[in-house]
T-cell receptor, first 114, second 114 residues
Framework: DGGITQSPKYLFRKEGQNVTLSCEQN?????MYWYRQDPGQGLRLIYY???????QKGDIAEGYSVSREKKESFPLTVTSAQKNPTAFYLC?????????????FGSGTQLSVL | AQSVTQPDIHITVSEGASLELRCNYS??????LFWYVQSPGQGLQLLLK??????LVQGIKGFEAEFKRSQSSFNLRKPSVHWSDAAEYFC????????????FGDGTTLTVKP
């Protein structure tokens, strides 16, 4: 079955530590996205990539980094500079990056701080 | 700038009753509008979308939504709610140039009473 796989489901970060969230898709989609979801709030865009080897900052990119070396993979690193990283992180993809495209979502990673 | 408001944080309906979830948007032109559903600890799934044409759109799971330009609204409806419809519902307005830069509302949590 085609879809988006996020791992791990749960992740714990210690102070000063960088952690990386995995996102893999086998939908052959060009565009991929990372969102942060906090309780009672909508999704906020962290980073997006519309093509391999290119990515752009979203609304809340500070303290995060990404790479897009392969079409199917878009890992997100939460760095120690992100002072409030506890949240639910969602990866999504779309066939192309245009506004009419439907977003396909992974099942998310819950990140907590120890 | 685009924005989305979902006025109801939490709605409770009895199983078999009708449902209407409200969504108001702000956008400078004809918007792309979406409704997504999220089960606890999961990603989002598209219910339906509106780009142009017929203002009443049908989606999956028996949902429909009506676009009303004069009211800047895109309310989601279902004639008869099932217990499995309990979830969080997000309305989103899409940026024409970038699928991932959709603006999401804060969500409405639906509880279904037996």
């Amino acid at each position: 079955d085609g879809g988006i796989t996020q791992s791990p489901k749960y992740l714990f970060r210690k102070e000063g530590q960088n952690v990386t969230l995995s996102c893999e898709q086998n939908l052959n989609h060009d565009a991929m996205y990372w969102y942060r979801q906090d309780p009672g709030q909508g999704l906020r865009l962290i980073y997006y990539s519309q093509i391999v080897n290119d990515f752009q900052k979203g609304d809340i990119a500070e303290g995060y980094s990404v790479s897009r070396e392969k079409k199917e993979s878009f890992p997100l690193t939460v760095t120690s500079a992100q002072k409030n990283p506890t949240a639910f992180y969602l990866c999504a993809s779309s066939r192309t990056g245009t506004g009419s495209e439907k977003l396909f979502f992974g099942s998310g990673t819950q990140l907590s701080v120890l | 700038a685009q924005s989305v408001t979902q006025p109801d944080i939490h709605i409770t309906v009895s199983e078999g009753a009708s449902l209407e979830l409200r969504c108001n948007y702000s956008y400078g032109a004809t918007p792309y509008l979406f409704w997504y559903v999220q089960s606890p600890g999961q990603g989002l799934q598209l219910l339906l979308k509106y780009f142009s044409g017929d203002t009443l759109v049908q989606g999956i799971k028996g949902f429909e939504a009506e676009f009303k330009r004069s009211q800047s609204s895109f309310n989601l409806r279902k004639p008869s709610v099932h217990w499995s419809d309990a979830a969080e519902y997000f309305c989103a307005v899409g940026a024409r140039t970038n699928a991932g830069k959709s603006t999401f509302g804060d969500g409405t949590t639906l509880t279904v009473k037996p």
